[in-house]
């Protein structure tokens, strides 16, 4: 018989401090595993290597979070075993039929039997996972941008999309493809999130680019609530990612050119504003997504400009006073990336919290070792490069994308977007030239001609 791997202890320290209670294996999980993430300074991480350009997205699936499915600028969906990663084990399965452009959005229908991906092409696909062919495609009329999708918590049949046009829709697999599509939302401006209420599917949050987030009813199609991520009302509120945490009853949002807020889901003023006391966590240049993580979604982390992931620690309960939360300071700062972060996924099933953003490599990080060859980062640490300047990107070569190798010419670009929303220093205008995704392959042809 195989002999299950075990999480180290060091007994001896235990017994000098005379804590025996410790020893208990329930006592073990909640100290030494559960606990961890509390008293991390640092976190070991692992790069995964798959993907030919940018990964726009990662998911894990539902309930045992065994699979793994990532997607992006090479228009594949590639799935991993979360334990073959952990293991340093670094296979994986791609999906049979890949989009005609860019893949931004994934989600696991919620028996884990479907994967839906949609993206830049207009269409939203419906995969088998264990045959891994495509068994359903939904073109949209006019083709625009899909950004998110979001399966319904109990029907695998049911999805949610975002999309540029100003939609967001109802997708019932089951109906015949001319009549399954159903708008539950429209809007001049885009949306570009969408997340059903795990624990209750009539409720939707959505987030648009000009009129923020908000909560709706399916049932009535009705806004129920709109949410103030800035606590200032008078600017625009390009809002970039929206998601419950497990219970249904707090939405983490992300927004252009302020910090993420935490809501409870009846209020439409923040509870939390989720700072950085140096000034570093910036969100200007491309779409992201967050997510709570955590046992029970004690954290909220995203990605920055700065190439780094930000974890904050979210008390239970909050009060408003004043027409204002709390502000909260980063728990951890995570360096490792090469490039800006977009994606963050947690694993509490596995104590794994995924990265991805402007490489072809996603990141893997735990307060648990990630044997045999992870990597110590310590939080706070700066990147590990410097970036590029505008000169030094006009004179590179655009290199073979058809590899895992990293693109420096991607790398350089996107350090050059960065360098030009800094010029715009903060102006509430700015937030309209920063629509452009981590995807972003036309530009580059164009910059090369």
Request: overall charge negative; proline content about 4%.
């Amino acid at each position: 018989m195989e002999r299950r791997s075990r999480p180290a202890v060091n007994i001896l320290n235990c017994l000098e401090r005379d804590q025996w209670d410790l020893l208990h294996p329930s006592r073990l999980t909640k100290t030494f595993i559960d606990g961890g993430l509390s008293t991390a300074r640092c976190m070991h991480s692992r790069d995964i290597r798959g993907h030919h350009g940018c990964v726009n997205a990662v998911e894990f699936s539902n309930n045992d979070e065994e699979l793994l499915m990532t997607g992006g600028d090479d228009r594949r969906i590639l799935l991993w075993r979360s334990c073959e990663l952990i293991e340093g084990k670094h296979r994986s399965v791609a999906m049979e039929v890949l989009h005609d452009s860019n893949i931004f959005s994934l989600a696991f229908s919620s028996n884990n039997a479907y994967a839906y991906s949609a993206g830049n092409d207009g269409v939203v696909k419906k995969h088998d996972i264990r045959s891994t062919r495509c068994i359903q495609e939904h073109t949209y009329e006019d083709m625009p941008a899909i950004y998110c999708l979001s399966a319904h918590p109990s029907s695998p049949d049911v999805v949610l999309s975002a999309s540029e046009d100003g939609s967001v829709s109802l997708i019932d697999t089951q109906l015949p493809t001319g009549s399954a599509r159903i708008g539950v939302v429209q809007s001049r401006s885009s949306y570009q999130s969408v997340c059903f209420n795990p624990m209750d599917s009539n409720l939707v949050a959505v987030g648009n680019s000009v009129l923020g987030a908000a909560l709706y009813d399916l049932r009535m199609n009705k806004k129920l609530l709109s949410y103030d991520p800035t606590w200032y009302s008078q600017y625009q509120q390009d809002v970039v990612s929206v998601s419950f945490d497990w219970s249904g009853t707090r939405l983490l949002t992300l927004q252009r050119q302020f910090p993420p807020t935490v809501f409870n889901i009846h209020e439409n003023r923040a509870l939390y504003q989720l700072i950085d006391d140096t000034g570093a966590y910036s969100n200007s240049v491309t779409m992201k997504s967050g997510c709570f993580l955590g046992r029970n979604d004690e954290y909220a982390a995203s990605g920055s400009d700065d190439f780094r992931c930000f974890v904050w620690k979210i008390p239970h309960g909050g009060t408003i006073e004043k027409g204002r939360g709390t502000t909260l300071l980063p728990h951890l700062v995570l360096p490792g990336h090469r490039s800006i972060v977009n994606q963050v996924r947690y694993s509490p099933v596995h104590h794994l919290l995924c990265s991805s953003g402007v490489e072809k490599v996603f990141k893997l990080w735990s307060h648990l070792p990630l044997l045999p060859d992870d990597k110590i980062q310590w939080s706070n640490a700066p990147p590990p490069r410097e970036r590029y300047s505008q000169l030094e990107f006009l004179d590179m070569w655009d290199e073979d994308r058809d590899t895992s190798e990293e693109d420096d010419h991607v790398l350089a670009f996107f350090d050059t977007l960065i360098g030009q929303e800094e010029m715009l220093d903060g102006s509430p205008d700015s937030s309209s030239s920063s629509s452009s995704l981590s995807t972003t392959a036309e530009a580059l042809l164009a910059t090369n001609d």
